[in-house]
């Protein structure tokens, strides 16, 4: 599986945009780049994923790079409960399982 | 969206003693579901593959007389920690997916198990 590299922790306060960048440098032309998050004793839950253009959903929206080689998720005004771990993930097109790195935990000030 | 539910919610045994733990799609089917793993601190390791109606397949590393996975429905897949030791203590997550359009997967709320 191809690996992402993540920062470790970012921090961010109430109400302001937040970007999580992600780098995948190996990733090959049948990748998608998904995202999750996990809040606190609780299992994963999607937020967004994509291939090549820029995708917007209610909960995020995510950039990628023309190259694919990096992504950025952006929330666009983070709430405390937003607060969680990020992982950003690249899955094959034919593949179904999701295989998870170290994430982003991002912490959320009031 | 799909909801996946786990039971139970956290159990505590005794070493060398069994657990089952149920994993269950309640408004939808799936062939395939996963196990993952997750210790405190740490990212979630996916153990194994639970396909209906046939043997599941492990990662690298994770012991299948171990960890018995039954997947004999297409609603329910279980995992049972065989002879379980403190060391088995984490909190155990399944996944399935739905077939929708984004090609999401439906995590349970997993559950978390202390072996004394």
């Known amino acids: 599986d191809a690996k992402t590299t993540q920062p470790n922790s970012m921090e961010s306060n109430e109400e302001e945009p937040v970007h999580l960048p992600c780098n995948h440098s190996?990733?090959?032309?049948?990748?998608?780049i998904h995202w999750y998050r996990q809040l606190p004793s609780q299992g994963p839950e999607y937020v967004i994923h994509?291939?090549?253009s820029n995708v917007n959903n209610r909960m995020a929206s995510l950039a990628i790079a023309e190259d694919r080689k990096s992504s950025t998720l952006i929330l666009h005004r983070a709430t405390l409960r937003d607060a969680a771990v990020y992982y950003c993930?690249?899955?094959?097109?034919?593949?179904?399982?999701?295989?998870f790195g170290a994430g982003t935990i991002l912490r959320v000030k009031s | 969206g799909a909801v996946v539910s786990q039971h139970p919610s956290w159990v505590i045994c005794k070493s060398g003693t069994s657990v089952k733990i149920e994993c269950r799609s309640l408004d939808f089917q799936a062939t395939t579901m996963f196990w993952y793993r997750q210790f405190p601190k740490q990212s979630l390791m996916l153990m194994a593959t639970s396909n209906e109606g046939s043997k599941a397949t492990y990662e690298q590393g994770v012991e299948k007389d171990k960890f018995l996975i039954n997947h004999a429905s297409l609603t329910l897949s279980t995992l049972t920690v065989t002879s379980a030791h403190p060391e088995d203590s984490s909190f155990y997550i399944c996944?399935?997916?739905?077939?929708?359009?984004?090609?999401?997967?439906?995590f349970g709320e997993g559950s978390r198990l202390t072996v004394l």
């Open positions: 996944s399935a997916s739905a077939g929708t359009e984004t090609g999401e997967l439906f």
């Open positions: 994509g291939l090549t």
């Open positions: 190996t990733i090959s032309g049948t990748d998608y």
């Open positions: 993930i690249l899955r094959d097109w034919y593949g179904n399982k999701l295989v």
